[in-house]
């Protein structure tokens, strides 16, 4: 049992590359295409803001600098807004506005995996523990995700949680999978942690979903980490070792999820997102209709 700290740092990890989106992101990065009016990322943020996120810490690459700047004042974009009265936008724009001093950026220097990015964040985070949401799931429900995942880590007194879903029990070999365990508060504990096993060795259809609150021991896990799968540093592979020496709770999450790194979730995000926004669900709606009913596929 580990000692109940706060969490109020949320590490997003966004220095993939994001091949599945070439051409696109060859100049952009994933995590700002945009899901409607808003870059994935904006609403990743907004998750980790809603369950009481203090401070947004982004490990990012080459090509990132976008994402820095989309964080940042635009000065001379609030001044012409505000000489043209576009009072609304104005407002729009503070709100999503992260305090000075509220988010930091560090680089990864090479894309070596998803371990090794979080591993870029141990200096920032410090001996806390804290939240690591990864940016190309987005998910959709009237309360976070993490919301519901920083209740269950304090029901549960602490410990590492991770949000599960439930897959087709065929394939589970996609998924890092994990055994259910005896129920606490609005979770399970989880019993053992398999990386995509076949179906008849997976102990369950609940596969990890992408968001985590972690103890900062990952870090030092982390630092001596080999490279596993498709020779990259893996969370995984260090959360395994994590589980020997401390308790992970799983959280079940219902709602929508949309894997924004795939061009079909991507896809289905745009959406589903715009069919949840009161004011252009209407319009959106009937043009579907129309599209789904008239769109053949195009024959080269
Ligand atoms: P993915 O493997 O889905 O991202 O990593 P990718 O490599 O960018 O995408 P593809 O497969 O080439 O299209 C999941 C998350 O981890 C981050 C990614 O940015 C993504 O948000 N990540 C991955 C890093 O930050 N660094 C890495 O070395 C690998």
Known sequence: ??????????????????????????????????????????????????????HLIFVTGRNKGVIEDYFDIQVELSNTLAERGKTAELQLLDELQPRAGKSSFTRQQAPLGLGHAVWCARDLVGNEPFALLLPDMIMQAEKSCLSSMVE??????????????????????????????????????????????????????????????????????????????????????????????????AYHFTGRTFDCGSKEGFIEANVAFALWRADIRDKVRGNLQELMETVEPARR
């Open 1 to 54: 049992m580990v000692t109940m700290q706060k969490v109020r740092k949320a590490v997003f990890p966004v220095a993939g590359l994001g091949t599945r989106f070439l051409p696109a992101t060859k100049a952009i990065p994933k995590e700002m295409l945009t899901v409607v009016d808003r870059p994935v990322i904006q609403y990743v943020v907004d998750e980790a803001l809603q369950a009481g996120i203090e």
């Open 152 to 249: 269950l880590y304090e029901q549960s007194g602490g410990g590492n949680v991770i949000s599960v879903e439930t897959c087709d029990p065929k394939e589970t070999a996609k998924y890092g999978i994990v055994g259910r365990g005896s129920e606490v508060g609005s979770g399970f504990r989880v019993d053992g942690m398999v990386e995509k096993p076949k179906p008849e060795d997976a102990p369950s259809n609940f596969f990890i979903s992408g968001r985590y609150i972690l103890q900062p021991e990952i870090f030092d896990i982390l630092e001596t980490q080999e490279r596993g799968a498709g020779n990259e540093i893996q969370l995984t592979d260090g959360m395994l070792k994590l589980a020997d020496r401390q308790d992970f709770y």
